[in-house]
C-alpha cells in the first residue's frame, strides 16, 4: 500500500522570485492601481485601503524588507532539503489556476490531472510583455530555462479520481490540459514554483497535479468541503496498492494581495493544533483574491491529518511591499510522520 510520509506547504508570490528593495517596490505599483483589494470581506481602492488601515511604513524599509527576503529565502532552501530527505517516490501537489489552463469554459472545484506528463514550458517574450508591473521578472522564477516533460504518475491520478469519486466527490479528470492563456498547455505556476526553487529544475521526482478552483466564481468550494476533498484525498492515497512513498504539497498563499496578519497567524494555529473546525469553517467572503490559496492548504491539511501526520515546522513572514499593508504573506510549513 502506499505510504503519505510527510509534506510541506509554501507560499509562491511574486516576491519570493525577486530581491527588494526595488522589485519589490515595482511590484507595489500594482497595487496602487488596484480598484478592487480585498481585505476582511470588503473591497478598496488603494487610498481606500490606506484610509482604513494603519500606516505600514515601518515595514516597507530597505532593512524590513531585506529581512524578510533572507528569512523567506531561507525556509525555501529548507524546504529543498526536506523534501531531498525524504526520498519521496511521488508528490500530489495540490495548487489554484488563475485562468492559465482553466477557462470560462470549464471551471471545475475540483480536478485531477491523469496524462503520463506534462510540459513545463519557459515564457516568450509576448508573455512577459503582457504581464503587470513587476510580475514578469518574477514570473522567470517559475518556469525553466528551457522546455522540460516532467512525469505523472498516471495510475496514481487515475485511482485518485476513481476513490474521490466514490467518497462523493464529483472530480474532474483531465487528460489532456487545455491550451489556456498561453496557448501551450503547460504546467501553470503554482506547480512549476515548486519544481524550480524547491525540488530543483532538473528534479525528476513524479507528481500529480491536483487543481482547485480557489479564485473563479461560481465554483470555488467552500473550507468545508476544501478539507473534506483533502480527507478522501489522504484515503485515497493510503488506498493505492501500489508500495510508493508519497509526499503532500500545498502551493500558494497565504494572504493577499493585502497582507492579513490576524487570518494568517490563525490559521497557522489552527494547521498545529489540528483544529479541524476553524479550517472548515473559514468563511468565503475571508477567502478571497490571492487569500482564496488557502484552500489549497486545506485540503493538504485534511489528507494529512488522515494519514496521522503532525506540522513540524513552520516560519511566516507577511512580505508588505506598500504603506496600505499590501504584498503577500509567506508561509511555509513541513508535516511529519506523527
Known amino acids: 500500500m502506499a505510504h503519505i510520509v510527510g509534506g510541506f506547504g509554501s507560499s509562491h508570490g511574486p516576491q519570493l522570485k525577486v530581491p527588494p528593495p526595488e522589485e519589490w517596490h515595482e511590484r507595489g505599483k500594482a497595487d496602487h492601481q488596484n480598484k478592487a483589494l480585498w481585505y476582511q470581506g470588503k473591497t478598496y481602492d488603494y487610498e481606500a485601503l490606506k ?106 491520478a487515475s485511482h485518485l479520481i476513481d476513490s474521490t469519486l466514490e467518497q462523493g466527490f464529483d472530480t474532474a479528470a483531465s487528460k489532456e490540459l487545455p491550451p489556456g492563456r498561453y496557448k501551450n498547455s503547460g504546467i501553470p505556476h503554482g506547480w512549476g514554483f515548486i519544481y524550480q526553487r524547491i525540488l530543483g529544475q532538473e528534479s525528476t521526482i513524479p507528481f500529480v497535479p491536483i487543481f482547485i478552483n480557489t479564485f473563479w466564481e461560481p465554483t470555488p468550494p467552500s473550507a468545508a468541503r476544501s478539507y473534506d476533498f483533502g480527507v478522501a484525498l489522504g484515503k485515497a492515497i493510503q488506498s493505492y496498492p501500489k508500495d510508493v512513498r508519497v509526499g503532500l504539497v500545498a502551493s500558494g498563499g497565504l494572504s493577499h494581495f493585502v497582507v492579513d496578519e490576524e487570518l494568517d497567524r490563525a490559521f497557522i494555529k489552527a494547521l498545529e493544533e489540528h483544529d479541524v473546525d476553524y479550517l472548515r469553517s473559514i468563511p468565503a467572503s475571508l ?10 492548504w486545506i485540503a493538504v491539511a485534511g489528507a ?11 516560519v511566516y513572514e507577511p512580505g508588505y511591499r506598500t504603506e496600505a499593508g499590501s504584498g503577500n504573506a509567506f508561509g511555509f510549513v513541513t508535516w511529519t510522520n506523527a
Request: hydrophobic share 40%.
Open 51 to 156: 484610509a482604513a488601515r494603519e500606516d505600514f511604513s515601518h515595514e516597507i524599509t530597505d532593512e524590513a524588507m531585506q529581512r524578510r527576503w533572507d528569512v523567506t529565502q531561507k525556509a525555501l532552501d529548507d524546504l529543498g532539503r526536506y523534501a531531498a530527505a525524504q526520498e519521496y517516490d511521488v508528490l500530489v501537489i495540490v495548487s489554484s489556476d488563475h485562468k492559465e489552463i482553466f477557462g470560462d469554459e470549464l471551471l471545475p472545484p475540483f480536478a485531477v490531472y491523469w496524462g503520463d506528463s506534462v510540459d513545463h514550458i519557459p515564457f516568450d517574450e509576448d508573455h512577459l510583455a503582457s504581464m503587470s508591473p513587476g510580475l514578469a521578472k518574477a514570473a522567470l522564477g517559475d518556469v525553466p530555462d528551457r522546455l522540460i516533460t516532467r512525469p505523472v504518475d498516471a495510475d496514481l
Open 287 to 296: 477567502m478571497t483574491a490571492g487569500t482564496s490559496e488557502l484552500r489549497n
Open 304 to 314: 494529512a491529518n488522515a494519514a496521522g501526520l503532525k506540522v513540524d515546522t513552520v
